[in-house]
């Protein structure tokens, strides 16, 4: 029993793909639930294209394939939240306005920058670039704190245009403890993201910080590909969850009606 919790389609914007041909491919992968995670992302620092939902069109389109694909495949209906103090209230509108299965908080940007931007890398050392993301991170997830899990920790190494910017627990352990403490003591999840791997990466968070999180005393882990287009979908996942069994994970988390749930990997 796999589930994929973190799955976008044309619905977010930096997507092409049918929402019916996700979930066609997720079914060939023999998955037995996806969550769709469209973007929002009210702001970003200068003239990134921040990202919007039609969520009349985005509704629809999920009851008519749900409906479709009823008995072949579990789906959930769910928002990935990209998280700054500039966008609380939006967000918390939209989550008051649909019944999301899900809510999936992100970091794209810290409040100077936005991370995929071109010059964002070369702007400081990348010790002190993390050291300022995870400390964004923390300051956002602490004032919004209305989400299920945390997505794609260490996402500042995605876009990074060389090595050296993987975030190790070594390098930054009160911090991550700071962040993986609160996700613990507020009921909070952490997303296991396989995306990175597609670039030669690990997964984010990497293997050492998800151990750090069950030494703490996590449990709610969810597996996700970060899929914005039917070739990704479930992307790494037998490794991933090989390497999850090695950590002593037996189960994963998924959402439904915000509500928790495990299944057994």
């Known amino acids: 029993m796999q589930y994929d919790f973190h799955m976008h389609s044309s619905i977010s914007l930096d997507s092409n793909a ?37 969520y009349e069109n985005y509704k629809q389109e999920f009851e008519r394939c749900k409906e479709l694909y009823n008995g072949k495949i579990e789906l959930f209906y769910g928002i990935e939240a990209g998280l700054h103090k500039n966008s609380y209230n939006r967000i918390k509108s939209d989550i008051a306005n649909n019944d999301f299965d899900y809510v999936l908080a ?53 876009f990074a245009p060389r090595e050296g910017f993987e975030v190790e627990y070594r390098d930054f352990k009160e911090l991550l403890d700071e962040i993986l403490v609160f996700l613990i003591e507020n009921g909070k999840g952490l997303e296991v993201n396989t995306s990175g791997l597609k670039r030669g990466l690990r997964t984010m968070p990497v293997k050492e910080i998800i151990e750090r999180y069950r030494e703490l005393g996590g449990e709610i882990l969810t597996l996700a590909s970060d899929a914005h287009n039917p070739q990704n979908v479930a992307y790494g996942f037998k490794e991933t969850i090989n390497m999850l069994k090695e950590l002593g994970v037996n189960k994963l988390a998924k959402f439904n009606r915000r509500k928790l749930e495990f299944y057994n990997i």
């Open 106 to 158: 992100s970091l794209h940007c810290v409040d100077r920058q936005t991370i995929a931007a071109d010059n964002y890398y070369d702007s400081m050392p990348p010790c002190d670039l993390i050291n300022e993301y995870l400390t964004e991170t923390i300051a956002n997830i602490k004032a919004f704190n209305d989400f299920n899990c945390l997505a794609h920790l260490g996402f500042i190494a995605k």
């Open 18 to 54: 049918p929402m019916e041909d996700m979930i066609k491919q997720s079914i060939k992968k023999g998955l037995s639930g996806v969550c769709f995670t469209q973007h929002i992302d009210y702001y970003f620092p200068g003239d990134f294209e921040v990202y919007t939902i039609d």
